[in-house]
């Protein structure tokens, strides 16, 4: 479909929003339904944590065993040197080195397993939470868009879910590994030396301390860099879609100004959050020296009073590395998940938003689109019954519209802007639903059936074209994609398209552009309304279709829209007047009320509102 055009921006400036979430309770609530997301997936990662914990034994035995070797020959040339002994014990060496790279290829592998089962996971999770936040797009009111840009929505599906995608990919199997490397290193250090680890003990709450001032400070910085990212994809998204527009009314300098105002703030949340991520590594690195030397210190002094090998300083001092690298990887991870946290609040807030209200318990199953389906034959009356809407509680716009049309009828609806002309045909779709009162088709309120059985019955030929990306006849055959190409030929001439469509390049397989550029407005209208007569609705909105296009063109498509009006409920939105005389029943609107109704020259006989509006037509034309 053609993009619609480019919705103001709301007051969504940096100066205008403030992020919420960075809050602890907010960061919380969004991982336990994170937690709770990832539970359909428990085996798998049930497996994923088996063979990370594995792997990581396995690596953990590393330095203890190679401390033997070392021990060996150690020993061995101190036998030498002496002339105590036979000097190193090569085969014993041999068969230790042997052992450390079966340890080491098992753990590899090992790795690699839980790394393959770990990115299915992720992926799987990527899908289907992308899959949800589409199907939740199609359940949400129209209201939601009318307060939401759609790049805000798009970058919940790209870059929030990504952020969580890779987060899961790396960070489950790391905090696994950490955690494991932690206790199993812990264990290994103590049974070498209980002082030493007492000292190499020491920086684990100094280590903490830093993290947690660290991470407290950074995330409300993560959160802002999300939400603000949204607003950068959100207003570009608005601009390219409006970009002529914004070339026409010389709109370019105050169409920088915001975005700028926007890459600002996401400037300045992004490197705060990235510079104090930053810190982590060398602070925790700096702490894990001080630690270092401690050990390397204690360590000499115990191995001169002969209570430790040289064996086991070396593998304890290898230990203590190991020690400070998982400590200062569960530091970084708590930084990836606070980013994490951000876009899963982002996500599940989206998720939670209030839907579309829920349909009839019994719905009314109307015969499709007279296709000889089943279901209940639908013969074109409509009601309204003491209708009252407002888009906010507070701010009624429809009052108390009342007004019967009988099967076949051709009703024009008229009157200044802003009269409700156009919000009737959204009550009539159900794109809102009444506040008060009821509309009724064929005597059922329009709430009895359900959304796609009510829309399926109208067929809807707007100013503004529903077009796509695709082709001419692929454009037509949205109206019914079941239809074969003869059904397709036959709805464009009868919508008096098939002549122009013949004469392009490629026909009916021309593609249309991006923009819907390539074919004139007209154009675009026949096709439209070549959709609408391949959809053989019972009921039809007209709304205004030949109001930007040339004389030629408005016979063509008014000779289109007799065809499709043939034999059914018509409502037309009518601005020129002169072009709804023959209509059955004009309704006339002011204020969200219908002020008179009747035909045209009952209506001229009054000389009342609907007199004054048609007269100043012409009054204006002068």
Same mark, same amino acid.
């Given at each position: 479909?053609?993009?619609?055009?480019?919705?103001?921006?709301?007051?969504?400036?940096?100066? %205008?929003?403030?992020?919420?979430?960075?809050?602890?309770?907010?960061?919380?609530?969004?991982?336990?339904?994170?937690? #709770? /997301?990832?539970?359909?997936?428990?085996?798998?990662?049930?497996?994923?944590?088996?063979?990370?914990?594995?792997?990581?034994?396995?690596?953990?035995?590393?330095?203890?065993?190679?401390?033997?070797?070392?021990?060996?020959?150690?020993?061995?040339?101190?036998?030498?040197?002496?002339?105590?002994?036979?000097?190193?014990?090569?085969?014993?060496?041999?068969?230790?080195?042997?052992?450390?790279?079966?340890?080491?290829?098992?753990?590899?592998?090992?790795?690699?397993?839980?790394?393959?089962?770990?990115?299915?996971?992720?992926?799987?999770?990527?899908?289907?939470?992308?899959?949800?936040?589409?199907?939740?797009?199609?359940?949400?009111?129209?209201?939601?868009?009318?307060?939401?840009?759609?790049?805000?929505?798009?970058?919940?599906?790209?870059?929030?879910?990504?952020?969580?995608?890779?987060?899961?990919?790396?960070?489950?199997?790391?905090?696994?590994?950490?955690?494991?490397?932690?206790?199993?290193?812990?264990?290994?250090?103590?049974?070498?030396?209980?002082?030493?680890?007492?000292? %190499?003990?020491?920086?684990?709450?100094?280590?903490?301390?830093?993290?947690?001032?660290?991470?407290? #400070?950074?995330?409300?910085?993560?959160?802002?860099?999300?939400?603000?990212?949204?607003?950068?994809?959100?207003?570009?998204?608005?601009?390219?879609?409006?970009?002529?527009?914004?070339?026409?009314?010389?709109?370019?300098?105050?169409?920088?100004?915001?975005?700028?105002?926007?890459?600002?703030?996401?400037?300045?949340?992004?490197?705060?959050?990235?510079?104090?991520?930053?810190?982590?590594?060398?602070?925790?690195?700096?702490?894990?020296?001080?630690?270092?030397?401690?050990?390397?210190?204690?360590?000499?002094?115990?191995?001169?009073?002969?209570?430790?090998?040289?064996?086991?300083?070396?593998?304890?001092?290898? /230990?203590?590395?190991?020690?400070?690298?998982?400590?200062?990887?569960?530091?970084?991870?708590?930084?990836?998940?606070?980013?994490?946290?951000?876009?899963?609040?982002?996500?599940?807030?989206?998720?939670?938003?209030?839907?579309?209200?829920?349909?009839?318990?019994?719905?009314?199953?109307?015969?499709?689109?007279? #296709?000889?389906?089943?279901?209940?034959?639908?013969?074109?009356?409509?009601?309204?019954?003491?209708?009252?809407?407002?888009?906010?509680?507070?701010?009624?716009?429809?009052?108390?519209?009342?007004?019967?049309?009988e099967p076949g009828q051709k009703i024009a609806i008229v009157g200044p802007t802003g009269a409700g002309k156009t919000t009737m045909v959204k009550l009539l779709m159900r794109f809102y639903d009444v506040t008060g009162g009821a509309i009724l088709v064929d005597g059922h309120d329009i709430r009895e059936f359900t959304r796609d059985g009510l829309r399926s019955l109208f067929g809807m030929v707007l100013q503004d074209t529903w077009l796509y990306n695709a082709s001419i006849f692929d454009n037509i055959r949205y109206g019914w994609l079941n239809a074969t190409r003869g059904e397709v030929l036959a709805a464009a001439k009868a919508a008096q398209a098939d002549h122009f469509v013949r004469t392009l390049p490629d026909g009916y397989a021309m593609i249309l552009n991006e923009e819907i550029s390539n074919v004139s407005q007209g154009q675009k209208q026949l096709l439209t309304i070549a959709r609408v007569i391949l959809a053989n609705p019972?009921?039809?909105?007209?709304?205004?279709?030949?109001?930007?296009?040339?004389?030629?063109?408005?016979?063509?498509?008014?000779?289109?829209?007799?065809?499709?009006?043939?034999?059914?409920?018509?409502?037309?939105?009518?601005?020129?007047?002169?072009?709804?005389?023959?209509?059955?029943?004009?309704?006339?609107?002011?204020?969200?009320?219908?002020?008179?109704?009747?035909?045209?020259?009952?209506?001229?006989?009054?000389?009342?509102?609907?007199?004054?509006? /048609?007269?100043?037509?012409?009054?204006?034309?002068?």
């Amino acid at each position: 479909m053609s993009k619609p055009a480019a919705k103001p921006m709301r007051g969504r400036g940096p100066g %205008a929003m403030k992020p919420e979430g960075g809050k602890t309770g907010h960061s919380k609530a969004a991982f336990q339904k994170l937690l #709770r /997301y990832l539970g359909k997936y428990r085996f798998s990662l049930l497996i994923v944590v088996l063979l990370a914990a594995a792997s990581t034994v396995f690596s953990i035995l590393g330095p203890k065993i190679l401390g033997k070797a070392t021990n060996a020959i150690f020993t061995g040339v101190m036998n030498q040197i002496t002339g105590a002994g036979t000097g190193i014990d090569f085969p014993y060496v041999r068969r230790i080195l042997f052992w450390l790279i079966g340890l080491y290829v098992v753990s590899a592998l090992f790795s690699v397993i839980q790394g393959y089962v770990m990115s299915g996971v992720s992926m799987k999770i990527t899908y289907h939470m992308r899959r949800e936040i589409a199907a939740k797009v199609h359940r949400l009111p129209l209201s939601y868009f009318d307060t939401t840009s759609n790049g805000e929505v798009l970058s919940l599906i790209t870059n929030d879910v990504d952020v969580i995608s890779q987060s899961l990919n790396q960070s489950v199997t790391q905090i696994v590994t950490s955690v494991t490397t932690i206790i199993g290193i812990f264990a290994m250090m103590l049974s070498i030396s209980w002082q030493m680890t007492l000292v %190499a003990l020491c920086v684990v709450p100094l280590s903490t301390l830093f993290a947690i001032r660290i991470v407290g #400070r950074s995330q409300k910085y993560f959160l802002a860099q999300q939400t603000y990212l949204g607003h950068v994809n959100g207003h570009i998204e608005e601009m390219y879609a409006s970009h002529i527009v914004i070339k026409a009314f010389n709109n370019e300098e105050e169409s920088v100004k915001t975005f700028d105002g926007y890459n600002g703030a996401l400037y300045s949340s992004a490197w705060k959050s990235q510079f104090l991520s930053g810190l982590m590594m060398p602070v925790m690195s700096f702490v894990g020296n001080l630690g270092y030397v401690a050990v390397c210190i204690l360590g000499g002094y115990l191995a001169v009073n002969g209570r430790v090998t040289v064996g086991d300083i070396q593998a304890f001092t290898q /230990y203590v590395r190991q020690f400070n690298q998982p400590v200062t990887q569960v530091a970084n991870i708590s930084n990836v998940l606070q980013q994490t946290a951000a876009a899963a609040e982002r996500i599940f807030a989206f998720l939670n938003q209030e839907e579309e209200a829920a349909e009839s318990a019994s719905p009314v199953s109307p015969e499709p689109r007279a #296709r000889q389906g089943r279901g209940v034959p639908i013969r074109g009356a409509v009601e309204f019954r003491h209708v009252r809407f407002g888009y906010h509680p507070d701010k009624i716009i429809i009052k108390d519209f009342s007004a019967k049309v009988e099967p076949g009828q051709k009703i024009a609806i008229v009157g200044p802007t802003g009269a409700g002309k156009t919000t009737m045909v959204k009550l009539l779709m159900r794109f809102y639903d009444v506040t008060g009162g009821a509309i009724l088709v064929d005597g059922h309120d329009i709430r009895e059936f359900t959304r796609d059985g009510l829309r399926s019955l109208f067929g809807m030929v707007l100013q503004d074209t529903w077009l796509y990306n695709a082709s001419i006849f692929d454009n037509i055959r949205y109206g019914w994609l079941n239809a074969t190409r003869g059904e397709v030929l036959a709805a464009a001439k009868a919508a008096q398209a098939d002549h122009f469509v013949r004469t392009l390049p490629d026909g009916y397989a021309m593609i249309l552009n991006e923009e819907i550029s390539n074919v004139s407005q007209g154009q675009k209208q026949l096709l439209t309304i070549a959709r609408v007569i391949l959809a053989n609705p019972q009921i039809l909105i007209l709304d205004e279709a030949t109001s930007s296009v040339d004389t030629r063109t408005e016979i063509l498509i008014q000779k289109a829209m007799d065809n499709l009006m043939r034999g059914r409920t018509s409502f037309v939105i009518a601005h020129r007047l002169s072009t709804i005389r023959n209509a059955d029943l004009i309704l006339v609107m002011q204020d969200g009320d219908i002020v008179e109704q009747g035909k045209h020259e009952e209506l001229m006989r009054k000389n009342g509102f609907y007199a004054r509006l /048609y007269n100043s037509q012409f009054d204006t034309e002068r």
